[in-house]
């Protein structure tokens, strides 16, 4: 595996690998991999011959008063898991080479509608960080697929409109969500959780699973189901910002004839806030 820090090295290394026609898939990251990262890594080596992976803590996706600075960093574990996973390319970029110009004079990448709502309106510049950062990734690699995890499905959506709408020619490849064996979906911020909120923790899942049992059964969304998922993370201890089910493919709010959903919630355990998410037919 080789590791690049500069964008020039960056494009030295994918051009010379890019020879003979291969493709190229990029996967991003913020690093502190567990095995739901090494299953993106996977993914991407179904649909190209070179993978790069990217470790940068991006700043502008970090509101004020959330995890930045506490957000655990693990370079030399990383890089052995990129290593078993038979990475080519890591770009480890220093800030000054993905903002060049600073924050406060960095131009924005922001996705309208969707970026504001679910996440986005407890968390209102995240998903222009994140938009913003992976563009700028994505010039930086040039990649002919990207893989994310749908793990945040609201973000998966946001950079397939993102490239889309901007006529980026990358293939934009979702992966399922990686789970422990109780159901948690694996996230570098589980191990914020305490011994006991960590045994709680599995019940975000088996609460958005019965919220799709319930559609399933009558057949309709309704309000009540919505706002009954909602007690139910709070009987376990949970201090829910949404429980909603939408259209898997657009977030909107779906209509009688919608039969392709997806039931998301975010919810506080203690300081940690955790995401997830269950597709599904109704």
């Not at 589980?190 to 699973?209: D, G, I």
């Amino acid at each position: 595996m080789i590791t690049v820090d500069s964008v020039a090295g960056l494009r030295d290394q994918v051009t010379r690998l890019r020879q003979g026609g291969k493709r190229v898939a990029f996967v991003p990251t913020m690093g502190n991999l567990h095995a739901g990262h090494l299953r993106l890594m996977q993914e991407a080596r179904q649909h190209a011959q070179v993978v790069v992976a990217s470790i940068y803590l991006n700043p502008l996706q970090f509101g004020q008063d959330e995890d930045f600075d506490a957000y655990p960093r693990t370079p030399a574990h990383d890089k052995v898991a990129l290593l078993s996973a038979g990475v080519d390319i890591l770009f480890k970029p220093a800030e000054a080479e993905i903002y060049p110009r600073g924050h406060a004079a960095q131009t924005f990448i922001e996705v309208p509608g969707l970026s504001h709502d679910l996440c986005g309106a407890f968390r209102p510049k995240h998903f222009r960080g994140v938009a913003t950062v992976v563009h700028r990734l994505f010039h930086m690699v040039a990649p002919d697929v990207a893989i994310f995890g749908k793990k945040d499905y609201q973000q998966w959506l946001i950079i397939r409109l993102m490239a889309a709408d901007l006529g980026l020619p990358i293939e934009i490849v979702g992966v399922d969500t990686v789970r422990e064996a109780d159901g948690l979906a694996l996230s570098s911020r589980n191990h914020y959780l305490s011994a006991v909120e960590r045994k709680l923790a599995p019940a975000l899942h088996e609460t958005l699973c019965g919220l799709r049992d319930r559609v399933q059964r009558h057949g309709s969304v309704t309000t009540e189901a919505e706002e009954a998922a909602m007690e139910s993370l709070k009987s376990h201890g949970f201090r829910p910002d949404y429980v909603s089910v939408r259209r898997q493919e657009d977030l909107a709010k779906p209509r009688p004839e919608d039969r392709r959903l997806v039931a998301l919630a975010a919810a506080w355990l203690g300081n940690t806030r955790l995401i997830d998410n269950v597709e599904f037919e109704s």
